[in-house]
T-cell receptor
């Protein structure tokens, strides 16, 4: 059974801080790892990672995958209050694009 | 482009009643997924379809839950009879090959 573990479960920081969110996984037949941001409604897509060592970047957010050590990190620099959300990590285990999600990291950015 | 559309947004009903949740996937997407999200268990996959055919329903908690996809643009998730422990947010998502899943805004279900 595929498994995804995220850490920390929650994190409180001040605006301007840099945060690193962690995601480790066990999967039978890895195809991709995805990061989502969830505020009050639907999870919204951030990144899809398929290759080790290649950083994906969007503004202040970036992510990288290590397929040897089976983990990924999501970095957010110069955090803002609008970054407050649950960040979800998911893996596609190569079976019909079915995703297994971690429990998420609740990030709170205080002004 | 319209995203995944779910209805209703909120549903409050009494224990024992039938509940029907609806989902319209993004046009052209051939995979549709139903999830349930709770504080305790996070986001759990209930069932998913490919080209309107159910592929894996191993996440459906009990026989009280059923799902259908009569055509490429519509799916339902039904709970009959409903119980208080079914209270959760139910999400529908859709995708196509090698693309990320896109989620609807969810249905917040409360069973009294």
């Amino acid at each position: 059974e595929d498994k995804v573990v995220q850490s920390p479960l929650s994190l409180v920081v001040h605006e301007g801080d840099t945060v690193t969110l962690n995601c480790s996984y066990e999967v039978t037949n890895f195809r991709s790892l995805l990061w989502y941001k969830q505020e009050k409604k639907a999870p919204t897509f951030l990144f899809m990672l398929t290759s080790s060592g290649i950083e994906k970047k969007s503004g202040r957010l970036s992510s990288i995958l290590d397929k040897k050590e089976l983990f990924s990190i999501l970095n957010i620099t110069a955090t803002q209050t609008g970054d407050s959300a649950i960040y979800l990590c998911a893996v596609d285990g190569g079976s019909n694009y079915k995703l297994t999600f971690g429990k998420g990291t609740l990030l709170t950015v205080n002004p | 482009d319209a995203g995944v559309i779910q209805s209703p947004r909120h549903e409050v009903t009494e224990m024992g009643q039938e509940v029907t949740l609806r989902c319209k996937p993004i046009s052209g997407h051939d995979y549709l997924f139903w999830y349930r999200q709770t504080m305790m268990r996070g986001l759990e996959l209930l069932i998913y379809f490919n080209n309107n055919v159910p592929i894996d329903d191993s996440g459906m908690p009990e026989d009280r839950f059923s799902a259908k996809m009569p055509n490429a643009s519509f799916s339902t998730l039904k709970i009959q009879p409903s119980e208080p422990r079914d209270s959760a947010v139910y999400f529908c998502a859709s995708t196509m090959s090698n693309q990320p899943q896109h989620f609807g805004d969810g249905t917040r279900l409360s069973i009294l």
